[in-house]
């Protein structure tokens, strides 16, 4: 069976509540049609500080500063409940305040399209130098600043993207080209923020994974945006450009784009590069997005809701050769959404979830977790979009109800034992399964766990060329020596065999 | 409901007569049903859509309500319908849907 390594994960979020406010797509839209918008006035109020970020239960879950069962019980809803101090790193990763991370931007920005001014771009100079990730050679990055009036000058004149901080412009992002759209200043912001988001969840993959940055021989980018120009407007290779910030010398790189189901595809390509010997060390990264900050926030501010689409989500996973030690990918049994399995829940679930779980022989409760798309419910069920794990979780048990394999007085049983709370921020790509893949490793590590399937789903219809959906998934269990369920094949396997075709082979030459 | 669907529903009520149409709804939360059969019967309560102020009055359904499930073939109600049937609210949905069926609807099957 062809297994491979997740050797180390990493998750962080970057606070960044200011960009989300002028260029999130929902309340860039209202001040592009309604400038004086009173839920813009509304949203601006009702904007959370850090302090309540690096409080919340889910945003701590995510960057593993508290285990998926602490969350479960923890109390609700968690913007209500914040924990009693603030906690910036977890097991795996960090949540950035915002204007850490408009210096990462910068430190990013390979073509001066950042501008910081002056006393702002000293005092991130202060807090980077003192990162525990930062090295000399990212610092380098990091600009000296201008005066204030030269950045107001460049957004009245050529249209530069400001950057604020409570409420004061400290920079600003430049455009690439004076008519080109894919240069505009606000599609490198998206891109650059996701490069930069991509960057910091490397680090933190490097670091958790003990190696050094030269030893990553590919990076795999599987976010949600386009780069190149207008002559290839998803040129692409977000990748390459993000393993060079991290200082990966040694490593060349790819885009993977599938919408939200880019992750699991992202990690099932790197998978196959690493089992057959084509790639060594793969990392798979994504940033965060833009756009997606506060997407749901008018629901939030007419209902009184905390709007808690403040971070943008990152992540890291590391895919080795199958060690016997760290938990492993096998990519004897994937599910796979074909174009002719139909569009419906059933027809999705099953592609997904059954055939895969036929072709490994196993059976439903085999899994002991089953991670899809894994948005926290305390910003989806305001937004009228419900509870998406759950229903999720739902959809699996009445499928294994179907296959005779529970009862269905048990679907709730089967929910509460198989399921996981949702954690992730509704970041498109980010919630879809890949969360939970760093808690699953930790728990299969630590014997808690056996085995756990990542399940993803992705939109294609929103791209406009079919109305198709996409999905994918794998299954993530312990190694052979761990008492996973791959099987070893013994010399003695391979003589029977042998012997049992040679006793074929001289039956039919007597015949 | 999205601007997209809004503006083929108006399209699809424009190029025939009303009483060849029917909505039938997918959705898999009341709210969210009850908003969409509003939609199409008293108009777009956003007043965000092709559908604001058209008050198209069609006759509209949620897939679980068993007046469309005896009309099925039970052999494609097997395969497509009845994982879902089994996980949501029918009987919230089927509700939810008729209430603005019948306070607003022009007609009904």
Known sequence: ?511 | MDLQNQQRIKDVAEKNNAEDIIVILGASDAEGAGIYAETVTAGDPTYAGPLAGVPLGLPVYHILDPLLKAEADPKAWEEQISMMEMVLDGEGLTTSVAEMREQNGKSVL
């Open chain 1, 1 to 511: 069976m062809a297994t491979v390594a997740v050797k180390a994960t990493a998750y962080c979020l970057a606070f960044t509540p200011e960009i989300g406010l002028r260029y999130g797509t929902t309340p860039c839209q209202e001040h592009l049609a309604h400038p004086d918008s009173p839920f813009l006035k509304d949203l601006a109020r009702s904007a959370q500080p850090y302090d309540v970020a690096s409080r919340y239960a889910p945003n701590l879950t995510y960057i593993g500063a508290m285990t998926t069962d602490q969350l479960a019980a923890h109390a609700q809803p968690c913007f209500a409940h914040l924990e009693d101090k603030p906690q910036r790193f977890g097991r795996y990763g960090e949540i950035m305040p915002e204007d850490e991370f408009i210096g990462l931007l910068d430190i990013c920005d390979v073509f001066d399209l950042v501008w910081l001014e002056r006393d702002f771009a000293a005092s991130i100079k202060r807090k980077l130098t003192a990162h525990p990730l930062m090295t000399d050679a990212q610092l380098k990055h990091l600009e000296e600043g201008r005066d204030a009036a030269e950045l107001a000058a460049e957004v009245a004149k050529n249209q530069a993207l400001p950057l604020y901080q409570e409420g004061k412009m400290v920079g600003c992002c430049r455009r690439g080209h004076k008519t080109d759209e894919n240069l505009s200043a606000h599609v490198l912001l998206e891109n650059l923020a996701s490069k930069a988001g991509a960057v910091l969840s490397l680090l933190h993959l490097i670091r958790n994974a003990g190696m050094r940055p030269a030893d990553i021989d590919f990076v795999v980018d599987c976010s949600e945006e386009a780069a190149g120009d207008i002559n290839q407007r998803g040129g692409g290779n977000m990748a390459k450009a993000i393993a060079e910030s991290a200082d990966c010398v040694n490593a060349s790189g790819f885009d993977v784009r599938a919408f939200c189901a880019a992750p699991v595809a992202s990690i099932i390509t790197s998978a196959s590069m690493v089992v057959a010997g084509a790639r060594k060390n793969v990392a798979v990264v994504s940033g965060g997005s833009i756009p997606k900050l506060y997407m749901n926030a008018r629901e939030h501010v007419k209902k009184n809701v905390p709007p808690m689409e403040n971070s943008m989500g990152c992540f890291a996973v590391l895919l080795t050769p199958d060690d016997g030690q760290n938990p492993v990918i096998r990519l004897d049994a994937l599910g796979k959404h074909t174009v002719g399995a139909g569009a419906s829940p059933q027809a999705v679930t099953a592609a997904l979830i059954w055939e895969p779980l036929l072709a490994a022989g196993l059976t439903f409760t085999d899994v002991d977790k089953y991670a899809p798309e894994l948005h926290d419910p305390e910003v989806t069920v305001p937004a009228g979009a419900g509870n998406v794990p759950e229903a999720n979780y739902k959809m699996v048990a009445a499928l294994a109800v179907m296959k005779g394999q529970c009862e269905k007085a048990g679907i709730q049983d089967f929910v509460k034992r198989h399921g996981l709370p949702g954690f992730a921020p509704t970041q498109g790509h980010i919630p879809s399964g890949v969360p939970f893949l760093g808690h699953a490793a930790d728990a299969i590590r630590e014997g808690h766990m056996k085995r756990a399937m990542i399940i993803g789903k992705g939109s294609l219809f929103l791209g406009r060329l079919t109305n198709l959906a996409d999905g994918a998934s794998f299954m993530v269990e312990a190694p052979r020596e761990a008492g996973g369920s791959q099987v070893a094949v013994s010399k003695d396997d391979v003589e029977a065999v042998i012997l049992d075709v040679l006793g074929d082979l001289a039956k039919k030459l007597k015949e």
